[in-house]
C-alpha cells in the first residue's frame, strides 16, 4: 500500500448519489471484534492511522457516538501540516469539526476534546438530554435538538447537509452505525481488517436485530500492508 495515493484511493465519488455523503471508517478482526480492552486503537498500526487521517482530512465533518467519544477517549481532531495545508487550499477549515450524538447528554464538558477544539464541536442531542445539560454545553459546543425522545440519524445528517457539509465520516460506535445504516443513509463502509482472533463478547461493526436480509456491499478496492487488508466497499442503492 505504500506506493498507492492514499488521496486517489479514497477520493470521494464526483457525483454523490445525496448530500451529504456518509463514508463509515471501522477496524474489525477475524472474528468480528471492533476492540480489544474497550478500545479500537491496539487493533491497527501505523498503516490504519495513515488511512485514518487521510479519510479525515477528506470529510467535511467527523460523526461519532458518544460512547465511543468516552472509551475511546477521544481529543480535538488534530492533521498534519501537509494536511491541514490541503484542506485550507480547498477552502476548508485546517481541522474537520467533530459532530457527536448523544441520547443521554453525558459529556465531560470540561474535557480537552470540546476545551482545546480548533473547530467548535457540535453536540446532536434529543431534546429531553437537552433541558438536562442546560447551558454547560452551550459554552464549549453548538448543541442541536435532533429527535425529542431519542437522536434521529436523518435529522442530524438534514441538518449537517444544510450547514453545508458534503461529506461526513462516521466513526462509530456500532448504535450510531446500526442505526445509519437501517435508516438506510449509509454509503460507505472504509473497514481495516488486522489478522487477528480476539475472541469475547465485545462489540461488532452494528448492533440490533439481524437485518431482514444481509446487506451485499461492492468492493471498490482492497489494499495491503503489515498483514492489515484495507477494504472501501459501497453500499448498493435500491
Known sequence: MSAVDLFEAYALPARAVRTPFVRCNMVSTLDGATSVQGRSGP????????????????????????????????????LDDD??????????SP??????????GDLDWRASFFTDAEVRPLVFVAGAARRRIGER????????????????????????GRAGHRSV????????????????????????????????????????????????????????????LFFRLAVPRS
Do not use: K, W
Open 43 to 78: 487493533l491497527g498500526g501505523p498503516a490504519d492511522r495513515r488511512v485514518f487521517h487521510v479519510l479525515r482530512s477528506l470529510a467535511d465533518v467527523v460523526l461519532v457516538g458518544a460512547g465511543t467519544v468516552r472509551s475511546e477517549r477521544y481529543g480535538p481532531a488534530r
Open 83 to 92: 494536511l491541514r495545508v490541503r484542506r485550507i487550499s480547498e477552502g476548508r
Open 95 to 104: 481541522v474537520p469539526p467533530i459532530a457527536v450524538v448523544t441520547g443521554s
Open 137 to 160: 454545553a452551550q459554552r464549549v459546543a453548538n448543541v442541536v435538538v435532533a429527535g425529542e425522545e431519542r437522536v434521529d440519524p436523518r435529522l442530524v445528517l438534514e441538518h449537517l
Open 169 to 228: 465520516l462516521l466513526e462509530g460506535g456500532p448504535t450510531l452505525n446500526s442505526a445509519v445504516l437501517r435508516a438506510g443513509l449509509l454509503d460507505e463502509l472504509c473497514l481495516t481488517m488486522p489478522p487477528r482472533l480476539v475472541a469475547g463478547d465485545g462489540p461488532r461493526l452494528v448492533t440490533g436485530p439481524e437485518l431482514a436480509r444481509p446487506l451485499e456491499l461492492e468492493i471498490v478496492h482492497l489494499l495491503e500492508e503489515d498483514g492489515l
